[in-house]
């Protein structure tokens, strides 16, 4: 079966080793538990990265708040959250001058969310697309361009769509003709008719390993809010999946590394966050087991192959930098307004 379906363990626990001299404790998303990414820093450094895997901002904010200061070294973060921890005070100041940011795409170097008042507090590690994945030996391609084809009839029953309300509500906000940035509660009224209408054509609304499993399985022929980040792992094996950024556009996600403020061991933080914004570190994070998705460092394109470059859609970033949009940042009013609607549309 396929590695990237069944590599989740919500836990990886805290191991010792005796031959390493100095250990290191990172809260992670799971494409940093990769053995491939981990061992050549491990190796040089002599040291044990110890890792607790988590999905979601809030479950890492609930196990924060359960250890004790100085239990964690190294964070990794969707970018969208990035204020919300510099609001609580957990990151460290990064110095600039140890940061490769210069070789960061413009596009997702993303300051203003990563930092405050010029200061760095994360930087952006890798990026990718909430968008149409689909099976193309099952549907038309040049449906999948048209953004609102998930809301009509014709393929009722064949769509499966990921259970993440931002980026969904993005998508759909984006395919009435909107904009992601400044969206109201007005907005989220006017699709919640179109957000019943996705569900009634759907199969199921998935996480992040049953989204994949339904498309690679063909429980699902559609994925909404799939991307390179479900299909391009498995393009060697199933290269009938594919994806694509209809015409009036998607929604882009990225994530972010930190060093917690609270660190015992800051400059062993600062070494494996800088192992991986390296060209070597990112290309290794591109194509990590548990999913694939694009490198923040453009530098790291001199580390990946044809084939690997090509699953990514590498020569094809300009194109798709410039036709996305930012995650919905909503406030806290406007951010119930969207789990309400949310809700809504799951009881449906």
């Not at 031959?19 to 040089?44: G, K, R, S, V």
């Not at 895997?53 to 964690?72: M, V």
């Not at 600039?96 to 760095?120: T, Y």
């Not at 980040?229 to 594919?242: F, I, N």
């Amino acid at each position: 079966m396929k590695r990237a379906l069944f590599t989740t363990v919500s836990l990886l626990a805290f191991a010792s080793s005796a031959q390493a001299t100095e250990e290191l404790n990172a809260l992670i998303w799971c494409d940093h538990a990769d053995p491939a990414l981990l061992e050549p820093f491990e190796t040089a450094n002599d040291v044990k990265v110890n890792l607790r895997e988590y999905e979601g901002t809030g479950s890492a904010l609930a196990l924060i708040e359960q250890s004790r200061p100085g239990d964690w070294d190294v964070f990794v973060i969707d970018g969208i959250d990035v204020p919300r921890a510099i609001d609580l005070d957990l990151l460290a100041e990064l110095p600039r001058e140890a940061l490769p940011m210069d070789d960061i795409f413009p596009e997702v170097r993303l300051e203003e969310m990563n930092g405050r008042n010029g200061k760095i507090y994360a930087v952006t590690e890798k990026f990718g697309y909430n968008t149409i994945a689909y099976n193309k030996d099952k549907v038309n391609a040049e449906d999948m361009k048209d953004a609102s084809i998930v809301f009509s009839d014709k393929y009722a029953g064949r769509i499966a769509v990921y259970d993440y309300y931002l980026p969904v509500m993005g998508m759909v906000q984006i395919a009435k003709g909107g904009t992601t940035d400044g969206m109201t509660a007005a907005d989220v009224e006017a699709m919640q008719e179109d957000l019943f209408k996705l569900k009634d054509n759907a199969t199921g609304v998935f996480g992040v390993v049953a989204a994949q499993t339904a498309l690679a399985t063909g429980e699902a022929d559609i994925v909404v809010g799939g991307g390179e980040w479900l299909t391009a792992v498995l393009s060697g094996e199933q290269p009938e999946l594919d994806w694509v950024i209809p015409d009036a556009g998607a929604v882009r996600w990225s994530q972010s590394i930190g060093v917690f403020k609270d660190s015992e061991k800051q400059d062993l933080a600062l070494k494996f966050v800088q192992y991986i914004l390296s060209p070597e570190g990112q290309a290794r994070l591109a194509t990590s087991s548990c999913y694939w998705a694009m490198p923040a460092n453009a530098k790291a394109g001199e580390h990946l192959n044809d084939v690997q470059k090509t699953a990514l859609r590498w020569d094809e970033q300009p194109a798709y930098l410039a036709k996305t949009q930012l995650y919905p940042a909503p406030d806290g009013e406007l951010d119930i307004a969207m789990q309400d609607a949310w809700a809504e549309m799951l009881q449906h």
